[in-house]
T-cell receptor, first 108, second 116 residues
Framework: GIQVEQSPPDLILQEGANSTLRCNFSDSVNNLQWFHQNPWGQLINLFY???GTKQNGRLSATTVATERYSLLYISSSQTTDSGVYFC??????????FGKGITLSVRP | DVKVTQSSRYLVKRTGEKVFLECVQDMDHENMFWYRQDPGLGLRLIYF???????EKGDIPEGYSVSREKKERFSLILESASTNQTSMYLC???????????????FGSGTRLTVV
């Protein structure tokens, strides 16, 4: 199956800083999603982005499908951005495979 | 907004018990999924369903079964619970419809199951 690698595994930021989270995948995909899991365990879909660039407030994402990576940008980070960020991809079999996640801690 | 509701937030069961985890979604989504999440292993797909009465095995189906008798409800069954099934269980749904916004998964808040 498709392999998904996220980096860095852990990230500590001061409030107000910007950050870039990376997702590499091993094969062609037709589905790529970014999720945020808050400290209470709830997973929230941030972006559906198999290719191209999208923005939603302080968050934006870019997927370069031909080079098999996606980036999630967080600008002006806030303490509520803390949690785990997952990248998940699916290829022809349509089964979404998750990366191990990136744990982000934003300090006030 | 789409809502995916899991029946229990916390559950404690004994080894050998039959356990039912229920998931209900209210947006007429065709697709429903069960994942388990364990530290260091991320989310792993147990079973999924693309339609009523249809089911397909995910990556770790052993020890589990599922039921989808109605479109809005997808049940995960542990036939004989074991301690290695202690985990966080997450249900998700999505639509097969067109349009980018419809392709994203919506997750429930999870059920933390402890088997003793």
């Amino acid at each position: 199956g498709i392999q998904v690698e996220q980096s860095p595994p852990d990230l500590i930021l001061q409030e107000g800083a910007n950050s870039t989270l990376r997702c590499n995948f091993s094969d062609s995909v037709n589905n790529l999603q970014w999720f945020h899991q808050n400290p209470w365990g709830q997973l929230i879909n941030l972006f559906y982005i198999p290719s191209g660039t999208k923005q939603n407030g302080r968050l934006s994402a870019t997927t370069v499908a031909t080079e098999r990576y996606s980036l999630l940008y967080i600008s002006s980070s806030q303490t509520t951005d803390s949690g785990v960020y997952f990248c998940a991809v699916a290829g022809a079999n349509s089964k979404l495979t998750f990366g191990k996640g990136i744990t982000l801690s934003v300090r006030p | 907004d789409v809502k995916v509701t899991q029946s229990s937030r916390y559950l404690v069961k004994r080894t050998g018990e039959k356990v039912f985890l229920e998931c209900v979604q209210d947006m007429d989504h065709e697709n429903m999924f069960w994942y388990r999440q364990d530290p260091g292993l991320g989310l792993r797909l147990i079973y999924f369903s693309y339609d009523v009465k249809m089911k397909e095995k995910g990556d770790i189906p052993e020890g589990y079964s599922v039921s989808r008798e109605k479109k809005e409800r997808f049940s995960l069954i542990l036939e004989s619970a074991s301690t290695n099934q202690t985990s966080m269980y997450l249900c998700a749904s999505s639509t097969s419809g067109t349009g980018e916004r419809t392709k994203g998964y919506t997750f429930g808040s999870g059920t933390r199951l402890t088997v003793v």
